[in-house]
């Protein structure tokens, strides 16, 4: 059964930093989309960003506004997916999820993501940024 558990939120003062993960389980994320979404209250679901499977070359997305600002990356022996998050702004708070599935397109060319098509999430971890 698939799982993924999200780790490394908390609460940080704007300009600071946070690495979230994303730990996988059941299933190897190398072959799969693996997506970053957030959720701020009174807010519909965001998707932020997204690696592909290495088949693709583990291509990258990123949100117009977080770009440049955050980073995801795969640890293929931990089975876990990494978003750096840098210049932290107080728009980015929010809890924050990954999800997985084999097929949604992921690159700078493929457009937003949609929650809609990743079937695996986790419980999502909570990011707070404020002085």
């Known amino acids: 059964q698939a799982q993924l558990v999200e780790s490394g939120g908390g609460l940080v003062q704007p300009g600071g930093s946070l690495t979230l993960s994303c730990a996988a389980s059941?299933?190897?994320?190398?072959?799969?989309?693996i997506g970053w979404f957030r959720q701020a209250p009174g807010k519909e679901r965001e998707g932020v960003s997204c690696i592909s499977a290495m088949r693709d070359n583990s291509g990258t997305y990123y949100a117009d506004s977080v770009k440049g600002r955050f980073t995801v990356s795969r640890d293929s022996a931990k089975n876990t997916v990494y978003m750096q998050m840098d210049s932290l702004e107080s728009e980015d708070t929010a809890t924050y999820y990954c999800?997985?599935?084999?097929?949604?397109?992921?690159?700078?060319?493929?457009?937003?993501?949609?929650?809609?098509?990743?079937?695996?999430w986790g419980r999502g971890t909570e990011v707070t940024v404020s002085s």
């Open positions: 999800a997985a599935e084999t097929w949604p397109p992921c690159s700078s060319d493929a457009g937003e993501l949609r929650a809609g098509d990743f079937g695996s």
């Open positions: 059941g299933f190897t994320t190398d072959h799969y989309v």
